[in-house]
């Protein structure tokens, strides 16, 4: 007794199962049915939600062609949702007009099969019907026959307009920009260099140029005391070759110059109060303006 109730239990769930629905929604949208010309698009939307296991079969929608000497279909789009007990589709079958009546034409979209299966052998599947609309000529026929009126007329040439007012405003546009780039190059690039120009050692070297030319018999002693007025100004206090540690901490841009500006000293020393030794090489103004021409190059920062 037992066994049976069990059997008939199986068998009811059995055909209760296989009365469900296998289709649980299918929807298709239509869309307008007139307003069409050669190049429009032609969109059937379809809508279809299946229980599981049953999902569609991609391969058997139709393949995107030629579909006659009025329509094309173009593409075909699937857009797949699986939820927890069905299975949901969006499909695209979207067709192309490629060719132009010469009056108001009716077409029609083919019918479509929609088939779904469970992956084993059982398969279902629904219909999307023919669906008929009108295309239009891109030019309609002779409204009358009186001249002028039915053949196609060239293009309206565009309205000419003065565009001397334009002009002059671009130029004093054009000008106020090109005074304002000139003073903002002043500003940051000319003044600094002429400031740079007329450092401490630019007079310097300037001076003791001059002095060469004027020729003279004190010309190196001349060369010292422009070098020594030149490297105060640069320290801002007098200074001396003790002090050259000092300088050159604060100054490090000059440090490479260091050798030679104790050799000066020394030659400085020698010849205005008669101390210690001088380097042969450095008795002379060609030297002398070697090394002003260094510091100097130091000071615009070109070396």
């Not at 059997?7 to 299918?26: K, T």
């Not at 099969?113 to 599947?125: K, L, Y």
């Not at 120009?197 to 018999?217: C, E, K, M, V």
Request: hydrophobic share 45%.
């Amino acid at each position: 007794m037992g066994r049976a109730f069990v059997l008939l239990s199986l068998l009811l769930a059995a055909a209760l199962a296989r009365a469900e629905p296998v289709i649980v929604r299918f929807q298709v949208d239509v869309p307008r049915a007139f307003g069409y010309v050669i190049g429009d698009l032609v969109e059937r939307r379809v809508t279809a939600e299946v229980a599981k296991p049953y999902r569609l079969r991609e391969e058997a929608l139709p393949e995107p062609g030629r579909l006659g000497p009025w329509l094309e279909l173009r593409r075909v789009e699937v857009k797949e949702r699986r939820g927890f007990t069905t299975n949901r589709y969006e499909i695209g079958l979207i067709y192309q007009v490629f060719n132009s009546p010469e009056g108001l034409k009716v077409l029609s979209l083919p019918t479509v099969q929609i088939e779904f299966t469970d992956g084993a052998q059982r398969s279902v599947a629904r219909e999307v019907p023919a669906w008929a609309f009108t295309v239009a000529p891109v030019v309609p026929g002779e409204p009358v026959v009186l001249q002028g009126l039915g053949e196609m007329r060239p293009d309206v040439a565009p309205r000419m307009i003065a565009t001397g007012p334009y002009w002059g405003r671009l130029a004093l546009y054009g000008a106020g920009i090109v005074a304002i780039l000139l003073y903002l190059a002043y500003a940051y690039i000319g003044l600094p260099f002429v400031a740079r120009s007329n450092g401490p050692f630019a007079r310097a070297y300037r001076d003791i140029r001059a002095s060469l030319r004027r020729g003279g018999t004190d010309t190196l002693h001349v060369a010292l005391r422009r070098i020594h007025r030149a490297l105060d100004e640069t320290a801002g206090a007098t200074m001396f070759g003790e002090r050259l540690g000092e300088f050159f901490a604060r100054h490090p841009r000059y440090a490479d110059l260091r050798d030679d500006t104790e050799r000066f000293f020394r030659l400085s020393q020698h010849e205005f109060f008669g101390v210690g030794a001088a380097a042969p090489e450095t008795r002379s103004v060609a030297w002398l303006l070697a090394f002003c021409r260094d510091w100097r190059d130091r000071e615009r920062g070109v070396a």
